[in-house]
């Protein structure tokens, strides 16, 4: 039996790699942003461990973990919790910017940081589900965009520092995937959702337990998943 800590179960990607890994019979360790968040997370997922910590306020990650039990080994970390905020750079303010950052990058940064011992111990696998926006970048979508490349530096940089300890790193590059963020972006573009338009999030999930599964003489470190329509 594996152990997961996934970010972002509470629905999308996050939520089906949660329940392909709960079907197979492993352990999980959900992370929420508070107690209540935590309990519907428990009661969604019966024998899921919960991990209580703010993923917009990566500076307290460290004192919260601090006052709860952790996994003592992670077979894997799997970083799929985002936030999106469009909009031109001109009119873009600084908060958008930090709670960009703080979400999809300083916090997985922090995380990886404070559960590396975990993850080494057993020689364990870091995913970042990342977004297309992660390898280019387009109009209105910078903030979102420069988080995504920062990202994918901070995978990079990971596994040729954790290659020697046996640690396994991947990136996962979706496009757009029909879940509640791709609802949001398509508000603030003034657009129609069509959801039959997207990925399904099963599929992003499939690739990550593809990634997940690969024997040990393979490592898998860069996966491009687009619409098939």
Known sequence: MATHLITGAGSGIGAVLAERLAERGDELWLLARDAR????????FPGAKTLVGDLGDPAKLSWAFGHQALPVELDSLLHVAGVVELGPVGELPVKAWQDTLNVNLVAPAELTRLLLPSVRLVKGHVVFVNSGAGLRASADWSAYAASKHGLKAL?????????GNGVRVTSVYPGRTATAMQVK????????YDAGQWIEPGSVAKAVLAALGASRDAEITDITVRPGH
């Not at 968040?37 to 969604?44: F, G, N, P, S, Y």
């Not at 995978?155 to 290659?163: F, G, M, V, Y």
């Not at 972006?185 to 129609?192: I, K």
């Open 37 to 44: 968040r935590a309990a519907e997370l428990r009661e969604r």
């Open 155 to 163: 995978a990079d940089s990971l596994r040729l520092e954790e290659h």
């Open 185 to 192: 972006v398509h508000q603030q573009e003034g657009r129609a």
